[in-house]
């Protein structure tokens, strides 16, 4: 990758290659330093050059060249022909007549049409994809309750004839176990002569090449191939699942009207959904203002914590923030004043590992030590609300919906994160689809955040990696660092938070800096303002980003878009 031109590096000066680019050439499309402005010119004279500030770039048009006139512009646009046109071609004979336009307003009108059609897959269309993947998801959830119904159905039906059909329902279990078992031994059998058919391909594969090898010509003509045999691919078997249809309660036939299970079948719809329609309203809910990252983030106030070494900040609101560190002691402090508001110790007396604000206010955090997950109210009394018993805790977040995501490791198994409605776990993340671990193992550092899109977003120090994933658990990619960070030491991720815009922050003590990436792991920029052992982060309301750094125990809040 050029360094000079990638969007992820500071851009340089095309012709010197080492000063800041501050102007931009139109005519030539070249990057420059100031210094570099008059050489440029001079190197090409006979060139009419637009020379404009870097933020300026791209305002003077470049008028396309004519095809059959050399090196003179097109300004105008024939439209019967359908081709851009210079002033030599319109004294020609072979656009008389025609119908001319000014190129300028083909171009705009040209511009508005795809300005209308990105709105139209802004607003439209990619809105009506995310309503179509929420209604899957529903759909899933909706399944999981039915089937979870359906359940209690026959569990309720069978109570209801309590001892008459007690034989009878264990009878029909019996036969869904047997199903169940059939289907598998099917699949098995079916998956153990696929297995047998892959080793014998690797066999004829290896009796080919060992024919091949070998210079004995009677081994080579005695060779007969077997291709043929596997060219028929096997049967791709489908499944079906019964369903309960449970029947009126009669004495008498009752193996006949107690009920039974029907198939059910999954199909599909090809005209189920509508476009999502554009609806401008000011009660209307809208999403976020779209915002630019800063080509130089700024400090805007610094805190002093006290601690001797600094760890996690989590946002209460825009105008104070909780601080932990290597004690028992929680604290909160006053953003704009910097001064100490409160504190609270930990019910065991350890430090936490992080904390997180839920959306009414109340402040989470993990001990580690502890094996619990705790949340202190708005009255400071601290109530545990999980308590492991193998597994620790690490980094904790609130998510969307209230409930919470912890990251958990133990000694032997690789890390998993685990969804908590209240004490009750709703959701393990720990393996993508070809049962392999999402996350590393061993009691190495982790935070994790939720996107504003839902993904569920891991730092794994141990991994050097970012893993982020959706709301099913299915893994979207792993973020490993940028090639030209600031130090060129290997990336090593702490803190991680997002931003109205779906940008993932994450913190790096290695090279003294934060990283944002998108929401697809593409990075952008670096954010460095002279940070010290960048740890935990945490964005507010206003998307400002706060950093607690382990080197000077202090907090940073910085602005990094407008």
Not at 154 to 160: L, P, S, Y
Not at 276 to 291: N, R, W, Y
Not at 337 to 349: A, D, E, H, V
């Given at each position: 990758?050029?360094a000079?031109?990638s ?22 499309l ?6 570099c ?7 090409n ?33 024939c ?33 508005n049409?795809?300005?209308k059609?990105q709105?139209?897959?802004?607003e ?9 993947a ?24 069978g ?20 199903m ?22 690797k ?17 080579l ?10 060219r028929?691919?096997p ?28 198939l059910?079948?999954?199909?599909s719809?090809?005209?189920g959904?509508?476009m999502?329609?554009i609806?401008?309203?000011p009660?209307?809910g ?39 560190g290597?004690?028992?002691?929680m ?33 989470v ?5 502890d094996?619990?997950?705790n ?70 550092i982790?935070?994790?955040?939720e ?52 940008h ?47 080197g ?10 407008y």
């Amino acid at each position: 990758m050029d360094a000079r031109t990638s969007a992820q590096d500071v851009i340089r000066c095309d012709l010197c290659e080492t000063a800041v680019v501050q102007m931009h050439c139109d005519t030539c499309l070249v990057n420059l330093c100031k210094a570099c402005v008059g050489e440029h010119i001079s190197t090409n004279e006979s060139k009419d050059h637009k020379v404009v500030k870097f933020q300026s770039r791209k305002s003077t048009p470049l008028y396309p060249e004519c095809k059959h006139h050399n090196k003179q512009p097109c300004t105008m646009y024939c439209k019967q022909c359908d081709i851009p046109v210079c002033t030599k071609c319109l004294t020609s004979d072979q656009h008389l007549g025609h119908k001319l336009s000014e190129i300028l307003q083909i171009v705009e009108d040209k511009k508005n049409k795809i300005i209308k059609d990105q709105t139209e897959l802004k607003e439209k269309i990619y809105p009506t994809y995310q309503d179509i993947a929420s209604d899957v998801q529903c759909r899933m959830s909706q399944l999981k309750t039915e089937y979870g119904d359906l359940s209690t159905a026959i569990t309720k039906h069978g109570e209801d004839w309590h001892r008459k059909i007690d034989k009878l329902v264990k009878k029909l279990q019996a036969e869904v176990d047997e199903m169940k078992i059939t289907q598998l031994q099917t699949l098995q059998k079916h998956l153990d002569e696929i297995n047998k058919t892959m080793s014998d391909i690797k066999d004829e594969i290896n009796s080919i090449e060992m024919a091949i090898d070998t210079n004995d010509l009677s081994k080579l003509l005695s060779v007969t191939s077997k291709v043929h045999r596997y060219r028929n691919l096997p049967l791709k078997l489908s499944l079906s699942f019964s369903k309960f249809i449970p029947e009126k309660i009669q004495e008498e036939k009752l193996s006949k009207l107690f009920g039974s299970l029907s198939l059910s079948s999954l199909t599909s719809d090809e005209h189920g959904y509508s476009m999502k329609t554009i609806q401008k309203s000011p009660e209307a809910g809208s999403s976020p203002p779209v915002k630019q990252l800063l080509d130089e983030p700024e400090t805007v106030t610094t805190i002093d914590t006290g601690y001797r070494q600094l760890y996690n900040v989590a946002c209460l609101n825009d105008e104070e923030i909780w601080t932990t560190g290597n004690n028992k002691t929680m604290k909160l402090y006053s953003i704009n004043q910097g001064s100490l508001l409160k504190s609270i110790t930990t019910t065991s007396g350890k430090w936490p590992s992080d904390i997180a604000v839920t959306k009414s206010g109340d402040l989470v955090y993990t001990d580690y030590k502890d094996r619990t997950v705790n949340i202190v109210k708005n009255d400071e009394k601290i109530e545990e609300v999980i308590r492991l018993q193998k597994w620790k805790p690490k980094g904790v977040c609130s998510t969307a919906s209230g409930d919470l995501l912890v990251i958990m490791d133990i000694f032997d198994k690789p890390a998993k994160v685990v969804c908590y409605s209240s004490s009750t776990e709703k959701q393990t993340i720990q393996f993508d689809d070809n049962d392999k671990p999402l996350y590393s193992s061993g009691g190495s550092i982790r935070y994790i955040t939720e996107n504003k899109n839902l993904d569920i977003c891991v730092s794994d120090r141990e991994a050097n990696a970012v893993v982020v994933v959706n709301q099913a658990g299915k893994l979207r990619f792993r973020y490993t660092g940028h090639t030209l960070s600031p130090k060129n030491k290997p990336f090593n991720p702490q803190g991680i938070t997002t931003d109205s815009q779906c940008h993932i922050l994450t913190a790096d003590d290695n090279n003294d800096c934060v990283h944002i990436i998108d929401q697809d792991g593409q990075f952008l920029n670096y954010i460095e303002c002279g940070l010290s052992y960048p740890y935990g982060l945490y964005t507010d309301t206003s998307d400002n980003l706060f950093v607690a750094q382990w080197g000077n125990r202090q907090v940073k809040k910085i602005k990094y878009m407008y």
